[in-house]
């Protein structure tokens, strides 16, 4: 089965850094894209970042750009997010999430398709404090 784990969650004060890791088994990484996601009550879902398994094209939301980067080793494999400048409205669990990006030949979804995302690992929690 795929599978997915977080770790790397903590809590840190406003300005610092955090780097999240999901460690996945069972699949390649050149096949699916994998992204990180973040859920506070009472809110949505949110994508926060992707990246694509077939041309490591990544997608930040506009409110992590600059301040958060994904990335992954595929020897290991795993996906990273670093988190720089973390704010306190950063609060969330953090899950990481894959689907399989292959649309058809030579044509693969892009990373930011978010409802397609089938495969979730556990949360991490992030705590930033002001």
């Known amino acids: 089965d795929v599978q997915l784990q977080a770790s790397g969650g903590g809590l840190v004060q406003a300005g610092g850094s955090l780097r999240l890791s999901c460690a996945v088994s069972?699949?390649?990484?050149?096949?699916?894209?994998i992204a990180w996601f973040r859920r506070t009550p009472g809110k949505e879902r949110e994508g926060v970042a992707c990246?694509?398994?077939?041309?490591?094209?990544?997608y930040h939301t506009d409110s992590v750009k600059g301040r958060f980067t994904i990335s992954r080793d595929n020897a290991r494999p795993t996906v990273y997010l670093q988190m720089h400048s973390l704010k306190p409205e950063d609060t969330a669990a953090y899950y990481c999430a894959g689907f399989r990006s292959l649309a058809g030949r030579n044509r693969y979804h892009y990373c930011n398709e978010f409802h397609r995302y089938n495969y979730w690992g556990q949360g991490t929690q992030v705590t930033v404090s002001s």
């Open positions: 990246i694509s398994g077939n041309d490591d094209s990544t």
């Open positions: 069972e699949f390649s990484l050149d096949d699916y894209a």
